[in-house]
Structure formats: C-alpha cells, structure tokens
C-alpha cells in the first residue's frame, strides 16, 4: 500500500475522535473497514501508532510525531488549495469584463473614466440606460456589476440583497427660465414663484420624479401644471426660451441654447441622492472604495467647469452637498 493524503486525513480522524468507533461514523465507514485501513496505515509506517483499550484509542510516541506531521501537511495542503482556488477565481474575474452602467448623461462618463483609471487591465462592458429602475434591476439580477444613478427622498430604489451602495452627495436641481422671465434678474428663485408656471418635464417612470415634484410644490403651496413631457433637453430648452415652460435642470448638464438661464432655488427644496452601487459579489471593496474616491473626485472637477453650479457651490452649497444626513 502507498501512503496518500487521505490516509492522513484518517489518521486525524481517529485521534480527534478518541475511538475507532466513532471515527468511523463521521467517515461515514462501517467500524471494521475503518479499523482494517488503520491497520494497513500502521504497517505503511512502520508499526503501532495508537494504543488500543476499552476506552477508546489514544496516540503512542510515534503516533504523536506521525499526528504532528500530519497535521502540518493537511494544513499546508488546505492552504495550497485555498490560494490556488483564489487564484483561479481573480484569473477568472479578470479576464471577465466589468460591467458599468448608469443613467444617461455626465454620472456615467465620470464612473467610467474613474474605471479606466483604476483598472486599465479589464475590459469594461458599459450599460447606460434612461430608466433608473431598470438600471437597478439588472444590478439586482448581476447583469451589472457596478454603476451610478440618483435617488429621490421619499423613493428609495429596491437594489438587491447582493447590492451595496454608498451615497456620494446631494445634488440640487436648478430651474431654467428664459432669459427675459421676469425671475431671471433674480441670484435665486424661490419655489412658490414657480406657481403660475408650465412646466417640462421628462417622461414619468418607476422613479418617483414626477410624484417627489408634485409633493414638493404642494409643500410650497401649489400644483405643478406638467404641460409638456419630452425626455430630449433640446426641445426642453427651445420651450423654455420662448417663454412657453420652466424646467428642473440638474446643475452637471451642459445647458447651451441661447435665451435661457439657470437659477438655483433658494433653501434647495428639490435633489437628489447620487448613489454609487455594486455587486459585492462581482466588486471586491478595495475597488467599490476607490471608484467611490475617484468617481467623487471627477465630479467635484465636472463643478469647477460649470461657473453657475460653482457660485452655489462656494456660496453654501457645499455644505449641504457633502454634509451629514445624506
């Protein structure tokens, strides 16, 4: 007979449960096959290695020695396959790509290019998509591994039980006004001076953004009149230059057509939570944690290139962006 790793396995077996009998019931063997191969075992090495009473079996001197080595290989042994299996798997999820997603707009081109930077090794498969709750159902169902979208107090986002998410800050919604609206002399607008306003808005989905503005401006005292619904800013900026709507703009987006101007409300009555999400199966944390730095840091850059959302920015808007309470 040649000695094999299982033989040492036994072995342990039979000391750790002090009798024959017992050894064999936990390897599921019947007693006199597992005092048969004990036998054989002993004769492999040389001689004895438990004495034998009616009190079960204990290790002799050459057994504790044999007992010592033994465990020290299995331990090695389990060591080996655990960093072989590790190794295998980081192998594995390296050379799958990493799926990013988002919302459509700046959020997503930040992550991504975070992404690049972090690990320039992996292929990045991106997902960008209008509707936030399907970009939360496909991180829930482990179709995306990684990705940035907002959330509206009052309508939390159902992620799933394998999903984490860490706020990166509060952004505001700022209003466009033409640029000969009477309120647009004004630093600020307050929400109430909207109430005699049309206004446009994207298309309702599973969001709540239609709801949160509604409940919002029933807070400052009236109904938003929702007369136009587009998802294309353009025709949203062509409406509001010709006097025919007002329009929640997110201060991030690159708003060009002439005749129109943003304001921030004053008190900051509407926002939005930005979330950065991750499968915690797909997402180890080291990465979860330096995308959340790098994607920050992008956007705190994107803030200095837009001067509006700057002068809110320098002018109190930091502290409710990055304060507590998120």
């Known amino acids: 007979m040649h000695l094999e790793f299982r033989h040492l396995r036994m072995l342990l077996t039979v000391a750790e449960s002090g009798s024959i009998r017992k050894a064999a019931a936990r390897l599921q063997l ?5 005092s048969a191969q004990l036998k054989r075992i002993e004769h492999e090495l040389g001689g ?13 001197e050459n057994g504790q020695y044999v007992l010592r080595c033994a465990r020290d290989l299995v331990a090695g042994f389990d060591r080996l396959r655990e960093h072989a299996r590790s190794a295998a798997e980081a192998d594995k999820q390296a050379a799958a790509p990493l799926r990013a997603g988002g919302t459509a707009g700046p959020l997503v081109s930040l992550l991504v290019a ?20 399907t970009l939360v159902k496909l991180l829930s169902l482990s179709k995306c591994d990684i990705a940035v979208f907002g959330e509206f107090p009052g309508f939390p986002l159902p992620v799933g039980e394998w999903v984490a998410t860490r706020t990166l800050l509060r952004e505001p919604v700022f209003v466009l006004l033409a640029e000969d609206h009477p309120l647009a002399c004004q630093k600020a607008v ?22 949160y503005l509604h409940l919002t401006c029933q807070s400052a005292g009236f109904t938003p009149r929702i007369a136009h619904v587009t998802p294309d800013l353009s ?15 997110w201060p991030t987006a690159e708003v060009s057509a002439e005749g129109t101007v943003q304001r921030p409300l004053v008190d900051v009555p509407l926002y939005r939570r930005l ?5 915690t199966e797909s997402v180890p ?7 959340y730095e790098g994607l920050l840091a992008a ?22 962006a990055l304060g507590g309470g998120m």
């Open 30 to 34: 019947s007693q006199p096959a597992t």
């Open 235 to 249: 025709v949203a900026q062509l409406l509001v230059a010709g006097r025919r709507a007002v329009c929640g703009v």
């Open 48 to 60: 004895p290695l438990f004495v034998r009473s009616a009190d079960g079996v204990t290790p002799n």
């Open 114 to 133: 975070a992404l690049f930077e972090l690990v320039p090794e992996r292929r990045l498969s991106i997902d960008a998509r209008r509707s936030v709750h």
């Open 285 to 291: 944390p080291e990465l979860a944690d330096a995308a």
């Open 190 to 211: 307050s929400l109430h001076e909207l109430a005699g306003e049309d206004w446009v808005m994207p298309e309702a989905d599973e969001s709540g953004m239609h709801a």
């Open 275 to 279: 979330l950065l999400a991750w499968n």
């Open 299 to 320: 956007y705190l850059s994107l803030v200095r290139q837009r001067p509006r959302y700057l002068a809110w920015w320098e002018g109190g808007g930091e502290e409710f």
